[in-house]
């Protein structure tokens, strides 16, 4: 069973940055991929970027530019470096992860809140 486990969310101001990190459990297989979405009070789940096991990366335009993502091997967690940050980037944040080759993300953490005042 994949679990996952978000930390690094809290307050910050308006420019600043935060780093989110996702822990998974030992057994997940290296080859899966890891994906981090957001939600927003009133709006729907949105993608934000992901990283495969052979850490090739993808990115929503609104992010792209602003965010990384990143991961060092496999025994280490899924960062997502968060910079320029504003309220609309205001969210309940979520790590999620997928078999290689799958469409769907199967497994999905508890989420992280990020706030960001203005």
């Known amino acids: 069973q994949v679990q996952l486990a978000e930390s690094g969310g809290g307050l910050v101001q308006a420019g600043g940055s935060l780093r989110l990190s996702c822990t998974p459990s030992?057994?997940?297989?290296?080859?899966?991929?890891f994906g981090w979405f957001r939600q927003a009070p009133g709006k729907e789940r949105e993608f934000l970027a992901s990283i495969s096991g052979s850490r090739a990366t993808r990115y929503a335009d609104s992010v792209k530019g602003r965010f990384t993502i990143s991961r060092v091997n496999a025994k280490t967690p899924v960062n997502l470096q968060m910079n320029s940050l504003t309220a609309e980037d205001t969210a309940v944040y979520f790590c999620?992860?997928?078999?290689?080759?799958?469409?769907?993300?199967?497994?999905w953490g508890q989420g992280t809140q990020v706030t960001v005042s203005s």
């Open positions: 999620a992860a997928k078999p290689s080759g799958s469409d769907v993300f199967r497994y």
């Open positions: 030992l057994r997940t297989p290296s080859s899966y991929t």
